[in-house]
T-cell receptor, first 115, second 113 residues
Framework: AQSVTQLGSHVSVSEGALVLLRCNYS??????LFWYVQYPNQGLQLLLK??????LVKGINGFEAEFKKSETSFHLTKPSAHMSDAAEYFC?????????????FGTGTLLAVQP | IAGITQAPTSQILAAGRRMTLRCTQD?????MYWYRQDLGLGLRLIHY???????GKGEVPDGYSVSRANTDDFPLTLASAVPSQTSVYFC????????????FGPGTRLTVL
């Protein structure tokens, strides 16, 4: 069965510092991978997704993620944190071999940005 | 374009009562989903529908039922609410093909007392 593990339920960075949110997946076949962001009291919004076109994926708001098959990882990064990046971030995996588009979500990482 | 709407925004419900959470999308997406979000557990799939007229069980379907009479609407019903169903519920939709992103509604915060 597919699964996603997000290391670190809470991450705190200073404004202007590097953001690194970790995601490791478990899948028998190369999956589709997604990062979503959730701002307080809102639904989830797609940041970026990996569908095999390129291993380095660029998303909205300056975020990017790199698919590393050898490490089964899809970590999310941003060079310089902004106060507006404070939110909860979810990594998700979708089964490439299936005919449906069900997503399996990680437990989330809450990012705090300190001034 | 509204995308996905959910109603109500929030609700306090007595245990044992029946409740239907409404979800409507205007993107003509084939697939729709219901998730519940609980602290420390992320989002867990309750039920899904790949296309109008079909539904399937997700990870945590017990105590919930859904129907998909048309493309746009995907209501979630709690036949007899219990306190463990206190959660935030999100509806989502997607074109349905593997790899497509899911689009999420704003959520319904449900408290069962």
């Amino acid at each position: 069965a597919q699964s996603v593990t997000q290391l670190g339920s809470h991450v705190s960075v200073s404004e202007g510092a590097l953001v690194l949110l970790r995601c490791n997946y478990s899948s028998s076949v190369p999956p589709y991978l997604f990062w979503y962001v959730q701002y307080p009291n809102q639904g989830l919004q797609l940041l970026l997704k990996y569908t095999s076109a390129a291993t380095l994926v660029k998303g909205i708001n300056g975020f990017e993620a790199e698919f590393k098959k050898s490490e089964t990882s899809f970590h999310l990064t941003k060079p310089s944190a902004h106060m507006s990046d404070a939110a909860e971030y979810f990594c998700a995996v979708s089964d490439r071999s299936g005919a449906t588009n069900k997503l399996i979500f990680g437990t989330g990482t809450l990012l705090a940005v300190q001034p | 374009i509204a995308g996905i709407t959910q109603a109500p925004t929030s609700q306090i419900l007595a245990a044992g009562r029946r409740m239907t959470l409404r979800c409507t999308q205007d993107m003509r997406h084939n697939a729709m989903y219901w998730y519940r979000q609980d602290l420390g557990l992320g989002l867990r799939l309750i039920h899904y529908s790949n296309t109008a007229g079909t539904t399937g069980k997700g990870e945590v379907p017990d105590g919930y039922s859904v129907s998909r009479a048309n493309t746009d609407d995907f209501p979630l019903t709690l036949a007899s609410a219990v306190p463990s169903q206190t959660s935030v519920y999100f509806c989502a939709s997607s074109p349905g093909l593997a790899g497509n992103e899911q689009f999420f509604g704003p959520g319904t915060r449900l408290t069962v007392l």
